[in-house]
């Protein structure tokens, strides 16, 4: 199998760029047609993106065009978030190829996971608001797209880089949305009870989370309220336990790195990747680098990339899918050849 990724940017949005970005992919990938693309374009081409998609697969030479808009986009040689700019990885399959269950790929504009994306078969992908999607080269009217990779396999790792606080506590009272206290105190000083010091006199509450389990997506803070209660994204039970965890950039990065190398020896080698990740997470959470995007390129030295940066990340986990957020969602992808 024959992939390549390429970014191209540009100062307006014009289809150019996703045609640029698809001819340098193929000739990373030594092809000169591609049977499969994945193009994501910054939300710059938001209001019409279908002139750039009919060029991407003009420049291929195929209608199997999928993706999305995205906040920003990166391959493994770089990123971009402030310019209008085009992402593609494009990948040839083998004329005998087997049977495959890989996820669904999947993308959409809206804000939640739909309701019909929840159950069934597996999903991976990325959720970005107010974008658009396309598949088989043609934008989607309902802002969702979905696209069956033939002839590869998938693996999905998923890298939150929370680190537990202190030991789990027990919700001792709470309305709805706010929780008033836990683990015997008010909910705002069991929070900043397990806090390193010097964030306990304002926490930064977009790096910190409520976790039911270590493995499931984290429950944001959204406020702390001056009667000592907290605002949480989702609503909590009396009697649930749940960890305080944070998330720092030293820390995320080693917890990339060690979830990257554990797929290392497990299976054979990646022949292409796509990572989903967040826009908070990505040059603006590390300062002026993405550390996942070196990990990556550390561990799979040889290996095409393509990521796009959104509010959450779609992957499956205890027979459901799941929105994930602030999360570095990696799908190795390897050849099904017989």
């Known amino acids: 199998m024959k992939a390549g990724s390429a970014l191209i940017s540009g100062q307006r949005p014009e289809p150019e760029l996703a045609q640029a970005a698809v001819r340098a992919a193929l000739a990373q990938a030594g092809l000169e047609r591609a049977d499969n693309v994945i193009l994501f374009l910054t939300h710059d081409f938001s209001h019409n993106p279908q002139p750039a998609v009919v060029a991407a697969a003009r420049a291929a030479g195929c209608l199997a065009v999928c993706g999305s808009t995205a906040s920003g986009l990166f391959t493994e040689r770089g990123w971009q978030l402030d310019l209008p700019a085009a992402a593609a990885l494009v990948y ?16 959409s504009g809206h804000g939640r996971l739909p ?23 043609r934008t989607a009217d309902n802002g969702c797209a979905e696209l069956q990779l033939l ?15 202190g030991t789990s506590v027990t919700i001792e009272q709470c309305s709805g ?16 009870r ?15 989370a409520a ?16 009667d000592g209660s907290l605002t949480l994204a989702e609503q909590l039970d009396e009697g649930d336990t749940v960890n305080w ?39 603006l959470f590390y ?30 986990l205890a027979g459901q899918n799941q929105l994930f957020h602030n999360t570095a969602l990696t799908i190795l992808f390897e050849s099904a050849h017989v």
């Open 287 to 316: 300062g002026n680098d993405d550390r996942d995007i070196v990990a990556f390129r550390d561990i799979f030295p040889d290996t095409p990339l393509l990521g796009a940066y959104g509010i959450g990340q779609i992957a499956p």
């Open 151 to 165: 002839g590869v396999h998938a693996r999905a790792v998923r890298s939150s880089g929370l680190r537990l606080l």
């Open 211 to 226: 976790l039911r389990h270590p493995d499931e997506p984290g429950i944001a803070i959204l406020s702390t309220n001056a």
């Open 194 to 208: 397990v806090l390193p010091a010097e964030l306990r006199e304002r926490p930064p509450l977009h790096h910190i």
């Open 177 to 192: 949305y706010e929780l008033h206290r836990a683990g015997g105190h008010r909910a705002t000083d069991s929070l900043r």
């Open 245 to 283: 965890a944070i998330r720092q950039p030293l820390g995320a990065e080693q917890a990339m790195r060690e979830t990257l190398r554990s797929e290392v020896n497990t299976e054979p080698p990646p022949d292409f990747a796509l990572m989903f990740s967040c826009v908070g997470r990505g040059p």
């Open 115 to 137: 309701f019909e994306w929840q159950a069934g078969r597996q999903r991976i992908g990325l959720i970005d608001t107010d974008g658009t999607a396309w598949a088989h080269g």
């Open 92 to 107: 040839s399959t083998p004329d005998s190829i087997s049977p495959t269950e890989s996820p669904i790929l999947s993308f």
